[in-house]
């Protein structure tokens, strides 16, 4: 066991590499991640956090993917495995579950508080919003648990979002909803879009991946022109 600063023991192993990482003045996700372990006491995220740092001392990335996912999709389940679970067994699974945002990011503090008891409560806790794929990204379970979670996920309103060679999740500016620059509805595009193609975003048919991002003004909140395959911007 580690120990913070004090003399109160810690539920993580040392880790002075990573401990590195939080010494200059910017926000560090390290610090986010020993926090959520400590007040959860997950051994999925201690383990994490230990191959990390074993990473940093080998100089080397010790995942490797596969095929994880849920009945009646192809897409949406990022594998990874470790390739090092004999030294972390904790963290001999680590998948991501990639669910579709609303267009421009429309949530509710009651439907987040939902997705947020359920990760903690399956899985590691840890999420990523939204990043550049605009998935609101769950990130670190176990196999055995990613239909259960799926199945969760899906009683509350939401659906899987894509990965691999299919449909990717489209991501949209707020638009008209609150922006006074938008020339167009990105929220309603997005949407017909999203309904259009729905099945090609679950069941991978492409030879590559293909994305749709939408931006209601040349401002481009949505970054279409540099992270999208068809990029659709309101000009002025």
């Not at 120990?3 to 810690?10: L, M, S």
């Not at 007040?39 to 080998?58: A, F, I, K, W």
């Not at 897409?75 to 963290?91: H, L, N, Q, T, W």
Request: glycine residues 12%; proline residues 5%; neutral net charge.
């Amino acid at each position: 066991m580690s120990k913070t600063k004090g003399t109160q023991e810690t539920f993580l192993h040392p880790t002075p590499m990573l401990d590195e990482l939080e010494s200059g003045p910017w926000p560090s996700f390290i610090t986010g991640l020993k926090k959520l372990a400590n007040r959860t006491h997950n051994p999925m995220v201690r383990g994490v956090l230990d191959q990390l740092e074993y990473s940093y001392e080998t100089k080397m990335g010790y995942w490797k993917g596969g095929v994880v996912g849920v009945r009646g999709y192809g897409a949406g389940v990022i594998a990874r495995f470790s390739m090092v679970a004999d030294k972390f067994p904790e963290a001999t699974e680590f998948h991501t579950l990639r669910i579709q945002p609303p267009p421009g990011f429309h949530y509710s503090t009651k439907s987040l508080r939902a997705v947020c008891d359920v990760w903690e409560r399956e899985a590691s806790g840890i999420i990523c919003m939204h990043g550049q794929t605009g998935n609101l990204q769950l990130i670190g379970c176990t196999q055995d648990k990613v239909q259960s979670i799926f199945d969760q996920l899906n009683q509350l309103g939401w659906d899987m979002g894509g990965a691999g060679a299919d449909m990717r999740s489209g991501m949209s500016c707020v638009g008209q909803a609150r922006c006074e620059h938008a020339c167009y509805d990105t929220l309603g595009t997005h949407y017909r879009v999203l309904q259009k193609y729905g099945d090609d975003v679950h069941r991978p048919s492409f030879p590559y991946k293909f994305k749709f991002k939408f931006s209601g003004c040349p401002n481009d909140c949505a970054n279409a022109t540099q992270r999208s395959d068809c990029a659709v911007i309101g000009t002025w």
